[in-house]
């Protein structure tokens, strides 16, 4: 089945495969539960994915998935056909994918054509919402709450680290990094564990910065890749990096990925930058949405569900 739906950012529609029809199929499990909550008198809902009852049986952590502009939660989990869910069911941890409003979150860029950014609308507090929701129905690891996302949903939770870093534990961002507007505003109150995976030859997102463009209407100026990377390096207080790894070129898809690791951060704080050389706006091991003349190429030699689920439960304790 076939449906018109808004390519990311919002500003043009394309037909694709029906990313919540592939969702139904894998994304979305027997398991997975639709909530709402009011959030300053908006009525607000996100889907959660539960793992099995006996792996709830200690404190868990929470992992928020974030979608992108214009995409939906069931359809986030098609993107990476339902990879999260499948690594909840085995390590035991409980997956948010929440909805933003028309489709955008407000994560600090200012566009006059989006309703959560015109509106200002309190995205930040909606997720902080629904924590404290998830928080009375099961026992969480609240030194382990996460958030990732792609696109529109990688510049929320860079957001959210930016906002909330007080109750995120860390934050993985793809296709992302910060507007320019929001860099300077953005203060954490105690670093926190970043990962970054952007792609160099990502059309939508520029990966060296700039104004980001969908088919030549401009969705805000960023800072580029490098220039975030040094702001939680700083932020973080790391003092050393790592030397670059290549990882194993494994797939004939035009990409190789660049693994830059910073180390000696203080408490609490770690840092890694995924580069990924020829990399699209797109989530490595995850579809190719469009094709790459829109979006570029994706990325087989990892699978960034599976990179970034590594990356978290494999922080040390907080002290």
């Keep these: ?27 979305a499990t027997i398991s997975d539960q639709t909530y709402t909550l009011q959030h300053d008198g908006i009525k607000r809902n996100y ?8 792996k709830l049986q200690k404190p868990v952590p929470l992992l928020f998935h974030i979608h992108g502009g214009g995409g939906t939660a069931k359809g986030t ?6 990879r999260f869910n499948e690594l909840a069911d085995r390590d035991g941890f409980i997956v948010v994918y929440p909805n933003a409003i028309d489709k955008n979150w407000n994560d600090g860029r200012k566009l006059a054509d989006v309703k959560a950014s015109e509106e200002n609308i309190d995205d930040v507090g909606f997720i902080i919402a629904i924590v404290n929701v998830i928080k009375q129905k099961y026992k969480i690891d609240t030194t382990r709450i996460f958030t990732t996302g792609m696109s529109n949903g990688g510049f929320m939770s860079a957001r959210l680290l930016c ?7 860390g934050g993985a961002i793809l296709t992302a990094s910060l507007s ?23 059309p939508l997102v520029p990966y060296d910065g700039g104004p980001v463009k969908v088919f030549r209407k401009t969705r805000g100026d960023i800072v580029s890749t490098d220039e975030f990377v040094g702001f939680w390096k700083e ?6 990096k790592k030397n670059t790894v290549e990882l194993p070129n494994t797939a004939d898809d035009g990409t190789t990925v660049s693994v830059d690791e910073y180390d000696d951060c203080e408490n609490q704080g770690a840092l890694v930058l ?8 797109t989530w490595p091991g995850g ?3 469009l094709g790459k003349r829109w979006i570029g190429r994706t990325n087989r030699d990892i699978v960034a569900c599976d990179v970034i689920w590594d990356f978290f439960k494999t922080l040390p304790d907080t002290q």
């Design 47 to 54: 889907i959660v994915h539960i793992p099995p009852a006996d």
């Design 235 to 240: 932020k973080n207080g790391c003092t050393t």
């Design 163 to 169: 906002d909330a870093s007080e109750l995120f534990r």
């Design 180 to 202: 320019k507007d929001y860099l300077p505003k953005c203060d954490p109150q105690k670093p926190v564990a970043v990962m970054v995976m952007n792609g160099t030859d990502d």
């Design 1 to 27: 089945m076939k449906t018109i739906i808004t390519l990311f950012f919002g500003s043009i529609t394309v037909l694709v495969l029906n990313l919540n029809t592939c969702a139904s199929k894998r994304g």
């Design 287 to 289: 579809k190719q949405y």
């Design 274 to 281: 995924y580069k990924i050389n020829g990399g699209g706006h």
């Design 77 to 82: 989990a098609g993107l990476t056909f339902g």
